[in-house]
């Protein structure tokens, strides 16, 4: 039986090899990214029962894609297909030292707005455990914005659990346009997980972790709330108080994807009625991430584990 | 000064290498094509002033093709810049034997569907020779049909001659549509190139090379038709009769932007006033097209001469 | 539900990019093979549903094996895992023109030699509609060839159609070792595919095609048999009589799976009841394959239909 | 028109990938360098309009040169070309950690050597404000260290600022002998820049960054000199005084061409009359540097200023 | 004349690029390793005439490890070849940050398995100064540790000194195992290096550098140990006390292959009867080899001395 | 013992991968190649003792040429070194149907050019059987075409066997001036290989084959005198009279080597007393060259001799 299903969007990533730049890189590195199907491989990659739906078009790229996440454990039968549609793309060109990484989406149109709501396999979203997805999603455009909040509130009326990563991109709206969208979203999650960064531009929260972690607690009413604080760790907080994990250090490879990876980890722990135990195995991965090419959290259980008992680097032989 | 300029839209081309598939490959080769750039590059090859007229997305992969133009000798100073917009893509499997190559458009709304007529610059297209477009241009949208036509009625105003490949694109518009838009086109053109697979299925002519190339001036009005037979050669026909030339045979690298080496020895010709010495040229140019990867003919004046001599293949050394 | 199940070994194949050698490669590309499991991957393409058995080492080959066979559409939840053991590989030197190609076995002792009757999941299997497997698997041990003779009585109690390859191996055994074990195999065989040359070297069989199918047919009461005439083309032979199909010519990229292509080919047509509409998709299927790199037939039944329409080659665009 | 122009000798640069050794490395990547060319290409990506003056030789890799550069943006319509000359190579080993990188010089004979003073396009060059080159140029041979005096005393007759980057090579001449040459080329330049170990091994001048820059002020007259310290950071003195901007801090993906991104820095803001402008621009471009493969500064004019703005690494989406 | 002779195995080493997985790297570099062919390509780079005695398969992988090590210097005429052999493999998985580097031996039953005494050259190796294994030889199978064993006692009894590095491998047999197999080694050995953690590990030896030094001197009965801290240093012990010797901070390419980097330098040192100059050359070469990629140190003489020099990192022009 | 010596030029050769142009790759494949060591190096695979006898730079690339020939089995060790010499180049893009390829030569003033007689260890070269060198080794410089001869005297008079293949370049030097050198040389060699071309523009020989071959005899005095006829085969005169072999038909991965590889066989065969046989293996040898990378013979003489027994192509398994 599925455990988890997340829902979001997932594009093909092209990335210049080796720091060049798309001015002139001579070729292009494919992997595939999208946050909450980023979430569903690490979430497989612990053994967990994961589905992922969202709508591809019906071509190669969009048949990779749904390839790509089955290689990695995730079920994909509930993707939805649209023939001659477009496929999301995002060119990422990898910053290091001083130099910033660049995003440069190519995703307007793409297959998942069409997406509609009788589209959704409700039988089997209905006996799922837990339901993820991210701010990203009703950003996407309007339509996608209000099938959010549809399926959000059907998924509730299910009983399944609510997992929601705040995940804000400038790119794709305005805070104020977040915010209100985020508003009618928040009170129906059960998990939110949120940056530092993010609480502040979309939600105006400052101060310590804790304090923005009740901030958000009391717009979303949710179980639990994670702060993420970037190179330093995260403050959780849930009914009984709160707790603050150091981040693992680490060197970068790749960087994108180690907070979906982060989240995957907070999910485990849940699912397991253990936060604190999520939220060590979410900073675990969320470094093993940052040394691993692609948007992908590809490793094993065992491996974040193992850091966890403290066997960081060296080689095993 | 400027002797031919060319105008459409140029797009990033994506290639798995090494005959992989969209499905599997982990990487993909960057090259640009676009049938008028493509031309045009051509034509910077032979010594030609050549500017290629378009319009670009401001961002890093529309500075690119501005760039590359540039760096193979194409005057693009008078290219256009669409902050925000979208630049044309196409996926493009190579085949090989049976196996067919396949091409994926990701082109929607690309930046050049927002040019308008009064950006361009007509005091310098009013001092060149020779202005060249395709079919494909007019298929882009409504929008940049009527602008084309709008373009092509003042070029001749203004004492240009006009060169006009039928490029029939069977993804982009149907066999209908696009003979309704030539045959407000044709007759504007003094040099046309097409196919003749291309002729029956637009325009419904049939029969021999000079049958179908009397056709088309006939619907053109033009000085000179040239229709090609794929591997098999030429037929080139004017009021002075028709001549055909026979094709060179060659190993294929990749097959795009042949069609395009073609126009480009063809316009050479023209523009010296001798046909056939443009044919030859435009043949022997296809040929080495094919042993080049990409979609642009890089090379020399002197490899087409040298092989307008009969030197072919082998080692110099 | 699944239709077919094929079982076999499947093995990471290491071969120099480019045509280099072993002694000089810098680089080796990583694919698959396996007759059994090409012959599923195959049938995945064309939408059979179809599931792998085999058993495979506990570490990250292994389990990259698992994953790219899920990947491209296999079932592979039957597959056992044995910690510690060894991943079969073999090393492929491509050949080109007069070279030959080269392939250099490193599976001795690989996990799939500890498999037992007891580990297999029959009622999984006994669901099914066709097995399949190839002489390659009684090759590997005599313990492997004991469980493909029970396996395969057990799978005929169950009523499941046998499909056999019979795909001689020198470098695994003796001609006269493979016929004595093939002659407890082959009668529990439906469906035998088997080489003009293995025919003649394992069996004796030489003559017309058809008499080559017939002696088989003697030997295995197969309800269908047929011989590959390598490029010329292929002899099914049935109770109703024998026809011929010729080969699609082509030229050459990856010379490996093409048989298992062919038969998967079969089995498609075989399952819907068309003999003869299988052996065309086989024949169209194993031409594909030679320009696919990698052992696997990574592509779509609409290309093998198209290419059985006698669109060849070319560029769709 | 064109304001500023570089003259040198740019070489096909030829590294290792992957930190192989050149001992043993199956490929080598194809960048181009030059301090001079490099310092025009940084300029042209602030969007400065530059031109390069030097002498190729007329084959592919000549071309190759010329080409490129044009891609960047600088102008090379008065590059020389010399018919059957060598071009300048050099192999570059890139050092990591306690590794030195390393630089095999293959430029002996090249065709810059015999650059005169007459091919040159006195007419154009005198229409610009700015002309540049290094104490690279000087030590290439005997000719065209002459040339190079010659060269100064023309445009300075003619009013153009004269800069000059002192890049004290060893491995092309002796301190001594370098010495004798820029004591006579020194007081031809208006801005100087030099490391304070070239100040040292050449000049003899230690000390302060000020008093040092103070000495070669003596030396040259120049109105404006900076003394450049590694990884600590500048010195810039003037008349109105000196003073002290720091580097930036950055990871290290290619060293070589920083200084000369910082030349073209230094050069924008002078020509914008704001010295201090130049030394931030001239810091940040060859931070930026250091995290761009190959020798150019390969980027925008925004890129520059967010990094002064403080915002340096990260990932923008 | 030979000096040095190592025995032991040597392995093809296959890696991902690019820091990928082995579960989905497209592509494997090829390189070669083995703890005492390591040895003896370090000390063929610094000019010491040795050689390397193993048992190769005779086929493209083994042929291939003969001709790298004749390649990089070192004398393989006394190599043995076994027909059909099989080639010992492993997978390295590089490390990066936290992320461990993982090793997949794939070397059971391989070529030097079957080696025996009779099949050596003992007037080759008896006109030898120095012989030199490692602990991993006698760890592959109980017939090579009696053969090590074997071969030690004839080497003595021809009057070569005896190196031998602990190098205790947790993959290939227990600690206990370890400890009884060297008990009876040791006291053959005139030279000893240890790390730190196989003191610990195997013989229960803890405490400063110098109380573990001495504690394998009197386990050995040799002239000199070296006890090795990792990334702190090294301490070295002889009848006339100890010496620590810091080792040198570096980046990290490729960390396997230090240790025997280090040993080759410290065998040089002790050839030459300057022990410290041998530990010193050892921690320079050990650090060099970390930014080399590979098992192997690809370098010069020249290089380690200028590290010593102090003149580390930075790019000689 | 040493049965073979050649002595010649090697260059590093540098090629555009995947049939990109010079112009613009961004990466060049490095090989070796150079007439005299091509043919040690496919002597050296047939398992003939050979050395050869040239000078190259003592630097990285230098070193490489040296290593990489030790690779392959020729001995090395009496190749001469010239501290701060140049070390020859060639960029060699490879054409591909009508697409000539190209050589680009970058070797003037090459380390070669200052071999001295005295250099040469007579002794060795007095201990072998047969000495082989090609006209470009007299097309270097003057000083190389005059030490050339006398080596060729010298090495008669010690009673060695020459093997002289005419090889002109026309890139070199020109047909009467190497017709001049060449009468000196040829009445020195036993064993003359000659292409039917270069008898023509050189010597201004035409006709059959055995008419040139004459032709040559008469010029040289040689034992044995072949010519070769490109793809069609090659005609062989002796005393006795004279025979025709033809060439085997392949397809072809890289040109260059071929003739040297039909040199060695050719050599091979005269050694072993049997010019018929020699002239089958060279002609196995050239066609197999055709299939692989690089200019240099990679291979086992199971290979050649599988191959003249009939088994082309195909895979073994």
Same mark, same amino acid.
């Given at each position: 039986?599925?455990?988890?299903?997340?829902?979001?969007?997932?594009?093909?990533?092209?990335?210049?090899?080796? /720091?060049?730049?798309?001015?002139?890189?001579?070729?292009?590195?494919?992997?595939?990214?999208?946050?909450?199907?980023?979430?569903?491989?690490?979430?497989?990659?612990?053994?967990?029962?994961?589905?992922?739906?969202?709508?591809?078009?019906?071509?190669?790229?969009?048949?990779?894609?749904? *390839?790509?996440?089955?290689?990695?454990?995730?079920?994909?039968?509930?993707?939805?297909?649209?023939?001659?549609?477009?496929?999301?793309?995002?060119?990422?060109?990898?910053?290091?030292?001083?130099?910033?990484?660049?995003?440069?989406?190519?995703?307007?149109?793409?297959?998942?707005?069409?997406?509609? #709501?009788?589209?959704?396999?409700?039988?089997?979203?209905?006996?799922?455990?837990?339901? /993820?997805?991210?701010?990203?999603?009703?950003?996407?455009?309007?339509?996608?914005?209000?099938?959010?909040?549809?399926?959000?509130?059907?998924?509730?009326?299910?009983?399944?659990?609510?997992?929601?990563?705040?995940?804000?991109?400038?790119?794709?709206?305005?805070?104020?346009?977040?915010?209100?969208?985020?508003?009618?979203?928040?009170?129906?999650?059960?998990?939110?997980?949120?940056?530092?960064?993010?609480?502040?531009?979309?939600?105006?929260?400052?101060?310590?972790?804790?304090?923005?972690?009740?901030? #958000?607690?009391?717009?979303?009413?949710?179980?639990?709330?994670?702060?993420?604080?970037?190179?330093?760790?995260?403050?959780?907080?849930?009914?009984?108080?709160?707790?603050?994990?150091?981040?693992?250090?680490?060197?970068?490879?790749?960087?994108?994807?180690?907070?979906? *990876?982060?989240?995957?980890?907070?999910?485990?722990?849940?699912?397991?009625?253990?936060?604190?135990?999520?939220?060590?195995?979410?900073?675990?991965?969320?470094?093993?991430?940052?040394?691993?090419?692609?948007?992908?959290?590809?490793?094993?259980?065992?491996?974040?584990?193992?850091?966890?008992?403290?066997? *960081?680097?060296?080689?095993?032989?």
């Amino acid at each position: 039986m599925t455990e988890v299903v997340t829902m979001g969007e997932a594009m093909i990533r092209l990335t210049p090899p080796d /720091h060049q730049r798309l001015m002139t890189t001579p070729s292009l590195e494919v992997h595939i990214g999208g946050a909450e199907l980023n979430v569903a491989v690490a979430l497989a990659q612990l053994g967990v029962s994961v589905a992922w739906i969202s709508k591809l078009p019906d071509n190669p790229l969009g048949r990779r894609v749904d *390839a790509e996440a089955r290689r990695l454990g995730v079920h994909t039968s509930r993707v939805l297909w649209l023939p001659g549609g477009k496929m999301g793309l995002y060119f990422y060109e990898k910053g290091v030292g001083i130099r910033a990484g660049t995003v440069l989406y190519d995703r307007a149109d793409s297959a998942i707005n069409s997406l509609s #709501l009788d589209e959704l396999d409700w039988d089997f979203i209905g006996r799922c455990r837990l339901f /993820h997805t991210s701010g990203i999603t009703p950003a996407l455009s309007l339509s996608v914005r209000k099938l959010t909040v549809e399926v959000l509130r059907r998924v509730t009326e299910r009983g399944l659990t609510v997992s929601f990563d705040v995940n804000y991109r400038s790119r794709l709206w305005e805070p104020l346009e977040c915010r209100a969208a985020l508003e009618t979203i928040l009170p129906l999650a059960d998990l939110v997980v949120c940056t530092e960064r993010d609480a502040g531009t979309v939600f105006g929260l400052f101060g310590s972790g804790e304090e923005i972690a009740q901030g #958000l607690r009391r717009l979303s009413a949710a179980q639990a709330v994670i702060v993420t604080h970037g190179a330093k760790g995260v403050t959780a907080a849930t009914e009984d108080g709160a707790f603050f994990e150091a981040a693992m250090v680490t060197d970068v490879v790749d960087r994108l994807g180690a907070g979906d *990876a982060f989240c995957a980890g907070v999910i485990y722990g849940y699912l397991k009625g253990d936060l604190r135990l999520g939220v060590r195995f979410g900073l675990a991965m969320a470094a093993l991430k940052h040394a691993i090419p692609g948007d992908w959290f590809i490793g094993t259980k065992e491996e974040v584990e193992n850091l966890l008992k403290g066997e *960081a680097g060296g080689v095993k032989r």
